[in-house]
């Protein structure tokens, strides 16, 4: 009797462990995470990613939040993983990227009467650039020293410091960027050029994937390629 009654509270827990919800964590960026008046969430990483953990059964929560402090909770334990980010050896030591979740391009943007070159000689030691604060782009741009004039707390904000003049390029996200200036009428005022190719994808603590059976990460994966879209836009 007793050990059928520890067999029964043994299934009751690991049922109870796995129909925890996963916390993870986004920022307010179009095209890839919206928040909407009613509620709803969409987006293209997001819609990715909630089709991924559908696929596992697993309930998932996603709460959006400035990106700094989203990558910050998950390193303190607050969180179990953010999205949408690329990869960097900083992320990679706390946590394990799943990805692609959705496609990135990092572009220059520069203003469109600037005569300079962002893919010539001395531009980084010359130009005064800038990324958003807690972005991989901030960090990249810091550790191949160039001369980072601005890092504003949001993404939006970018775009305002290089049509006031306070950067003479900025470096962003090409669908996020993109997105913002046809919303400010803004296009004709700026020209970009490729600096590199940068998916996005998913960063789950390894705390969380500790706790975990053996497969769930190739699991994850399999299912982020299935969920992945036909045609990107």
């Given at each position: 009797?007793?050990?059928?009654?520890?067999?029964?509270?043994?299934?009751?827990?690991?049922?109870?462990?796995a129909?925890?919800?996963?916390?993870?964590?986004?920022?307010?960026?179009?095209?890839?995470a919206?928040?909407?008046?009613?509620?709803?969430?969409?987006?293209?990483?997001?819609?990715?990613?909630?089709?991924?953990?559908?696929?596992?059964?697993?309930?998932?929560?996603?709460?959006?939040?400035?990106w700094?402090?989203?990558?910050?909770?998950?390193?303190?334990g607050?969180?179990?993983?953010?999205?949408?980010?690329s990869?960097?050896?900083?992320?990679?030591?706390?946590?394990?990227?799943?990805?692609?979740?959705?496609?990135?391009?990092?572009?220059?943007?520069?203003?469109?009467?600037?005569?300079?070159?962002?893919?010539?000689?001395?531009?980084?030691?010359?130009?005064?650039v800038?990324?958003?604060?807690?972005?991989n782009?901030?960090?990249?741009?810091?550790?191949?020293?160039?001369?980072?004039?601005?890092?504003?707390?949001?993404?939006?904000?970018?775009?305002?410091?290089?049509?006031a003049?306070?950067?003479?390029?900025?470096?962003?996200?090409?669908?996020?960027m993109?997105?913002?200036l046809?919303?400010?009428?803004?296009?004709s005022?700026?020209?970009?050029?490729?600096?590199?190719d940068?998916?996005?994808?998913?960063?789950?603590?390894?705390?969380?994937?500790?706790?975990?059976?053996?497969?769930?990460?190739?699991?994850?994966?399999?299912?982020?390629?299935?969920?992945?879209?036909?045609?990107?836009?």
């Amino acid at each position: 009797m007793r050990r059928g009654l520890l067999w029964v509270m043994g299934c009751w827990a690991v049922w109870v462990q796995a129909a925890q919800p996963l916390h993870l964590l986004t920022q307010e960026q179009a095209p890839y995470a919206m928040q909407l008046a009613d509620g709803g969430q969409v987006g293209l990483a997001l819609d990715t990613v909630r089709c991924v953990f559908q696929r596992l059964g697993q309930p998932a929560e996603i709460k959006f939040v400035a990106w700094t402090r989203a990558q910050r909770r998950v390193e303190s334990g607050e969180g179990d993983g953010y999205f949408p980010a690329s990869r960097n050896t900083q992320r990679d030591a706390l946590s394990q990227w799943f990805g692609p979740v959705a496609p990135q391009q990092w572009r220059w943007y520069l203003r469109r009467d600037s005569r300079l070159d962002p893919l010539s000689p001395g531009f980084r030691q010359y130009a005064r650039v800038g990324a958003y604060a807690g972005s991989n782009m901030l960090h990249w741009l810091q550790a191949q020293h160039y001369q980072v004039t601005v890092s504003p707390p949001e993404h939006d904000q970018i775009l305002d410091v290089l049509l006031a003049g306070r950067a003479d390029a900025v470096l962003a996200a090409n669908l996020a960027m993109d997105k913002l200036l046809m919303q400010r009428g803004a296009a004709s005022q700026v020209r970009s050029v490729l600096a590199q190719d940068k998916p996005l994808g998913l960063y789950l603590s390894h705390r969380y994937l500790a706790q975990q059976p053996a497969a769930f990460a190739g699991k994850l994966q399999q299912a982020l390629v299935r969920c992945q879209p036909a045609t990107p836009p």
